[in-house]
């Protein structure tokens, strides 16, 4: 968390039914904040209101599908109508398939791009139409690991998350050389024990998971919270592989392709066998009406990390950055003496 700090306006976050998205709602009510709950699942979007309220926050919940432009602009007005000005804006929302490229139809391909890609463009607009004029406010886009990095059976996810940072980028070199007050911000994200592995359109023979190590959606959002106070930074890297894999892709990216050729299809697959009622939410939500209520979390608590010292690490550059120099200074000094 950010130490009791509270985010100005109301916060929206899109994805807001379950796992990280769900996991940020609760973080921000925790603190009394307004929070717009944005997702298509109806049972998802009722138990997040009642998350928030049982917190002492205040919930609205607006039913959309991010990768519709019109309806999320709609939605935004919406918002400001009914809750107040948006202070901040939180993009979590995104889909998924897990397969071989080869074995990924066209559309169920665009599809995947239109929500966790350019959903992604679409609540950004939004946001920004509304702080712009008003010089403030700030933009959180959760990414991840895969922004930087791909891995195989995920081509779909990967390509709109490096789509995702390309696009973060180039809007934040925009507002800085407007000097706008208003500010984006991105967060990469590790495996995460989050539903989206019980209702991920798949065609893996055995059921679907992070990959080791998998951190709890609360250790997440409390990254997107912390981020959401402290916009200043570009991005936050969240857990220590996602720092690991980003160095050593930048290091040695031909040998992380051999690696993860090697490990990458069973890394993503436990050993047991998919479930044959398994929902998928490409097309629909896996918890619309009549579904179920899936939560923040996944099917792996019991291997999940309740925190990450790396989060820590991320959030304060400059006192690792003093603490390294103090460990240089004494070794240093402990050679000297020796002498």
């Known amino acids: ?31 009394g904040a307004t929070v717009a709950l944005l997702a298509r699942g109806e049972e998802g979007l009722a138990g997040a209101r009642a998350d928030v309220e049982a917190l002492g ?10 990768a519709d432009a019109s309806a999320v602009e709609k939605v935004a007005d919406q918002i400001e109508d009914e809750l107040g000005e948006i202070g901040t804006w939180v993009n979590v929302a995104f889909t998924s398939v897990f397969a071989r490229f080869v074995d990924i139809e066209p559309e169920e391909f665009e599809r995947v791009t239109q929500v966790t890609y350019l959903g992604f463009v679409n609540g950004t607009r939004a946001a920004l139409r509304r702080m712009l004029p008003r010089d403030r406010g700030t933009i959180v886009q959760v990414g991840s690991t895969l922004a930087y990095r791909g891995i195989p059976l995920q081509s779909a996810y990967c390509g709109a ?15 800085l050389h407007d000097g706008s007050r208003v500010q984006v911000t991105m967060v990469q994200m590790p495996a995460v024990n989050t539903p989206q592995f019980s209702w991920v359109l798949s065609r893996l023979p055995r059921q679907a998971q992070p990959v080791p190590p998998i951190y709890q959606p609360e250790v997440a959002a409390g990254a997107v919270v912390y981020a959401a106070d402290h916009p200043e930074r570009r991005e936050y890297w969240v857990g220590g592989t996602t720092a690991a894999t980003l160095l050593a892709n930048a290091v040695a990216p031909g040998l992380l392709d051999r690696y993860l050729a090697r490990t990458g299809f069973d ?4 050993d047991s066998p998919k479930p044959p009622d398994q929902p998928a939410n490409l097309w ?11 939560g923040a979390h996944g099917l792996f608590d019991d291997r999940s990390h309740p925190r990450s010292l790396q989060v820590w690490a991320s959030q304060h550059h400059g006192l690792v950055g003093a603490g390294v120099g103090l460990l240089a200074g004494a070794a240093v000094v402990a050679r000297v003496l020796r002498r």
């Open 161 to 175: 998350k490096h789509a995702t940072q390309g696009f973060h980028e180039s809007l934040r070199t925009e507002l």
């Open 284 to 294: 629909e939500p896996a918890d619309g009406a009549g579904g179920r209520d899936f």
């Open 1 to 31: 968390m950010s130490g009791g700090s509270q985010v100005p306006g109301v916060v929206v976050v899109t994805g807001a039914s379950g796992g990280i998205g769900r996991a940020t709602a609760k973080l921000f009510a925790e603190r």
């Open 267 to 270: 890394g993503q697959q436990t």
């Open 57 to 66: 926050g205040t919930a609205g919940v607006y039913p959309v599908d991010t």
